[in-house]
């Protein structure tokens, strides 16, 4: 599975911007997906999490009320809505897919494919 992310850029802080991320095969529709970010310098650190069904989603204490995972399998894209943006959601965000489908595994060794990633940055 090859996964494509796209929707990053510069914003100023308060403001919005929506990631996608596409996938190259039918086979991601069974496939937990989740977006993760890597400041310069830090860990790579989960940031949301959807199961294959979309009926489950699982936040990191620093996105839940500003961010909304959502995927839509006909397209097969995954998207992360981030609104009320903070200089401190600056950083390259990742798309992942986990095989296991039900799961959302918050540890980037859980997932099996990886995005290329795209760079937020958030001014001041």
């Known amino acids: 599975v090859q996964l494509q992310a796209s929707g990053g850029g510069l914003v100023q802080a308060g403001g919005s911007l929506r990631l996608s991320c596409t996938a190259s095969?039918?086979?991601?529709?069974?496939?937990?997906l989740g977006w993760f970010r890597q400041a310069p310098g830090k860990e790579r650190q989960f940031v949301a999490g959807?199961?294959?069904?979309?009926?489950?989603?699982n936040y990191a204490d620093s996105a839940k009320g500003r961010f909304t995972i959502s995927r839509d399998n006909a397209q097969n894209t995954l998207y992360l809505q981030m609104n009320s943006l903070k200089p401190e959601d600056t950083a390259t965000y990742y798309c992942?897919?986990?095989?296991?489908?039900?799961?959302?595994?918050?540890?980037?060794?859980?997932?099996?494919?990886w995005g290329q990633g795209t760079l937020v940055t958030v001014s001041s």
């Open positions: 992942a897919a986990d095989v296991s489908g039900t799961r959302i595994a918050v540890s980037p060794k859980s997932y099996n494919y």
């Open positions: 095969l039918r086979t991601f529709v069974h496939h937990a």
């Open positions: 959807i199961s294959w069904s979309s009926g489950n989603t």
